[in-house]
């Protein structure tokens, strides 16, 4: 897309942008006004809140929730009484919506009824015993069947991921799904549109889905409408408006390239320049993806009709968009081994991209390597990862050295030191940013996705992943980290030291991690 008039819309968009965090501001400065000043009836409002807040705490108390959760907002109330108990239920009320539940309980029927009957889960018990359980977690409870014998390929860093998505892009015969949390004009994109305009114009259904926090200031205001003037479908993934809401809070995160059912890619590239390293804001952008043909490439079509039907469109059948079967698919390179392609989402109990994880490193046996640009995670987390380096399990876990966001690096720093001490090898990326999300373990099992080790991944976004079983694609992951690993700083506990001012906000942060 030629933006030659890229300075004009983008001064335009921030003026936008400006304007609707100042309608924002102007909100909650009424609110502070009415409860805190000193009139009999801002007194009686005083008065309220905080029995409010009182039975909200009692509340939060009695639920089934995280630890981590529950000891935030407890505190958080004990700090602002007036505030706290109705922030809370702000929340809460907006994000848990019977209407909004009941149209993603539809719609995973929906899905679950397009999806194929002839699981691979027989053959990866027999094949996998000791990765049954978490491969029966990820079917039988999160809904997310197992196929074996898949044609996968592992792409570190993005150059060489988007120059292959270019060619199946120019293949494409049915349907072409993009879903990413950025997009944003520039090298990367202006070939991928070039393709997209040319598919639709020749009856391919082109789909585009973009989350709008994450382009915040990166696309212009019409950029949907210019796409659907070619024919391009396009939806933006909850529009952020000027108005209190918590509902701002759930974003899209998942990277998905759905062609034909037939070939899918994920992983945490989004669409912009510096993810193949054609910028250099942060050095060299270290990040990963998966390109998976096969019966499994159809989970991800999912996925993204998944959200497509969210946000409104009603689809009569998904089973149209699955390919049909031939004899070509004999004939292609097989790969040996399972992948599982899998998602979470913000409106269940199920925190999917978590119990992976988790199960990864509690199953341990030999090594667990991890690359995530931010390490922010509750104390079941902590706990999981210091036992397992203390039960012998090698535990190395990759960050980046130049950070994106200083808070959330200053955060993620805040856990190196007890980490250190319970044996587990930390490293930064001195080249640049970290920014794959990888999980790699025992030579028998990977996942390659989008969700990073923080609170807003594993509980507030949606995020999606592939997880993989006895494949090659487990040993080209753990290579791709060992070769890393020479490019980077080992932090060692001498490096964490701090005088005690630091130490304390490090600590309080951590206190309201849950709530960022």
């Not at 509902?247 to 193949?276: M, P, S, W």
């Not at 009603?314 to 004999?330: D, F, I, Q, T």
């Not at 992976?356 to 509750?378: N, R």
Request: glycine fraction near 4%.
């Amino acid at each position: 897309m030629n933006f030659s008039k890229k300075p004009k819309w983008f001064r335009e968009l921030l003026r936008r942008r400006l304007f609707f965090c100042l309608l924002i501001f102007v909100q909650l400065a009424a609110l502070l006004f009415l409860i805190l000043n000193q009139s009999r009836t801002s007194v009686i409002i005083s008065h309220i809140l905080q029995l409010v807040s009182i039975v909200v705490a009692i509340h939060i108390i009695s639920r089934r929730d995280k630890e981590a959760y529950k000891l935030t907002w407890v505190f958080f109330i004990l700090i602002f009484p007036i505030f706290g108990g109705l922030l809370y239920l702000f929340f809460f009320c907006q994000t848990r919506s019977k209407k909004l539940l009941k149209k993603t309980e539809e719609i995973r029927g929906l899905i679950k009824a397009a999806q194929p009957s002839d699981s691979a889960f027989a053959k990866a018990a027999q094949s996998m015993p000791d990765r049954i359980r978490q491969i029966e977690y990820l079917e039988k409870y999160a809904g997310f069947p197992i196929y074996e014998n898949e044609c996968a390929e592992y792409f570190s860093p993005g150059e060489t991921f988007w120059e292959r998505l270019l060619c199946d892009l120019e293949q494409a015969e049915k349907y072409i799904f993009i879903e990413s949390f950025i997009i944003e004009d520039g090298e990367m994109w202006n070939p991928i549109f070039s393709i997209l305009k040319q598919k639709a114009s020749h009856g391919v259904d082109v789909r585009i889905l973009y989350d709008d926090m994450g382009c915040f200031l990166r696309l212009p205001r019409n950029f949907a409408k210019e796409l659907r003037g070619y024919g391009i479908q396009c939806e933006v993934f909850n529009r952020f408006v000027p108005f209190l809401s918590a509902v701002q809070n759930f974003r899209d995160h998942r990277k998905i390239v759905a062609i034909d059912g037939k070939i899918a890619y994920t992983g945490g590239l989004n669409i912009a320049d510096e993810y193949i390293n054609k910028i250099h804001p942060l050095g060299h952008w270290k990040d990963a993806g998966v390109r998976i043909e096969g019966e499994s490439a159809f989970g991800f079509s999912l996925m993204f009709l998944q959200m497509w039907m969210l946000l409104g469109h009603n689809e009569a059948s998904l089973s149209v968009y699955r390919p049909e079967k031939n004899s070509e698919n004999s004939k292609k390179k097989k790969m040996d081994g399972f992948v599982q392609p899998y998602s979470s989402e913000p409106l269940t109990s199920k925190n999917v991209s978590e119990e992976v994880y988790m199960q990864i490193i509690s199953k341990a046996k030999k090594y667990v390597y991890i690359e995530t640009p931010y390490l922010i995670v509750d104390n079941s987390m902590i706990t999981a990862l210091t036992i397992a380096a203390k039960s012998g399990v090698d535990i190395r876990i990759m960050t980046p050295f130049h950070w994106d966001k200083r808070f959330v690096h200053f955060m993620t720093r805040s856990y190196y030191r007890e980490l250190i001490r319970a044996g587990i090898k930390i490293y930064e990326y001195t080249p640049g940013f970290i920014h794959s999300k990888i999980f790699v373990c025992d030579d028998e099992i990977a996942t390659v996705g989008t969700a990073n080790m923080d609170f807003r991944s594993l509980y507030l976004q949606f995020e999606c992943g592939a997880f993989f079983c006895g494949s090659q694609m487990v040993h080209e992951v753990r290579e791709d980290f060992l070769q890393t690993v020479s490019l980077c700083k080992e932090i060692t506990e001498e490096d964490c030291r701090s005088n005690a001012f630091v130490r304390f906000l490090q600590d309080l942060f951590r206190l309201f991690a849950p709530l960022l």
